[in-house]
C-alpha cells in the first residue's frame, strides 16, 4: 500500500509543509543530510532519516517509491533539487512537488517530469503586494502567466443583492465565479440565481487583467 509524504529538505519551506501536514494527520517521512534538522524533526515527523538524497542507493533503500507523494523541497542546491526530482519520478512516484528557486529552475523541474513546482517567496510577494494594493483582493493563486484564482470581498453597493447571472461576471469581466466564501462557509460552484451579499468573497478564475478590471470596479 501507498504511504503518504516524503519530505527531502527541511529547511524553512519543508519544515513548515512537514510541521503542517502532521498536524493534518499525514504520514511524513522527512530525509535531510544535516544530522542537526534531523534531531529538530525527529518527534515531528513520523520518521526522519539523515540521508543524502543525491545517492540513489539511498533513496531505494528508504522506499522512496512507495509514497504517493514526494516533496523535494531543497532549495539552493539546484543540481541536487533537478537530480533528486528526476530520480523520484524514475522510480514511479506518481506526485512529486519540487520548490524552485527561480523560473529557469521552474522550467526545468516540469520538463524532467515533476508534477507540480512551487516558488514560495515568489507566490508570497504576489500575494502580499496584492494585498497591499488592494483591500478588496484578500488571496490570490497564479494559476498560469495570465491566469489567477483570485478571492475578491464584494464591498461596492452596486454588487450587494443581485444574482450571479444579472451581475454576470463572465460576460462582463470574463471571470468565473467557481465558489462564494460566506460567513465561514463555502458555496461550491454556485448556481446563476445565487444572491450575492454585502461582504462575500467570490473566488474568481479569470485573466489578470480582469481581475484587476473587477477590483476597480468594486472599490
Ligand atoms: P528554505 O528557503 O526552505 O529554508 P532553502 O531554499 O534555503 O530552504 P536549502 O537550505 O539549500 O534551501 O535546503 C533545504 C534543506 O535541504 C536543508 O536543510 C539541506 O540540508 C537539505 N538538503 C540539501 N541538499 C540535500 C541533499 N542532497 N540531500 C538531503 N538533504 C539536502
Redesign the pocket.
Known sequence: MKQNFAI????????SLCETLIESGQEVLA????ED?INEYMNIATHAVV????DEMTLRSLGLRNFEHVIV?????IQ??IL?TLMAKEMGVPNVTA?A?DSYHAKVLYKIGADNVVH??RDMGIKVAHNLVSKNILDYLELSDEYSLAEVKVTNRKFFDKSLAQLDFRQRFGLNVVAIRREGHLIISPMADEIVFKDDCLLLIGADEDVERLDEKMS
Request: aromatic letters at 4%.
Open positions: 527531502i529538505g527541511l529547511g524553512r519551506f519543508g519544515g530525509i535531510d543530510r544535516d534538522r540521508a543524502n538524497a543525491q523541497a531543497i532549495g539552493e542546491d541536487a533539487s533528486v520548490k528557486q514560495p517567496e
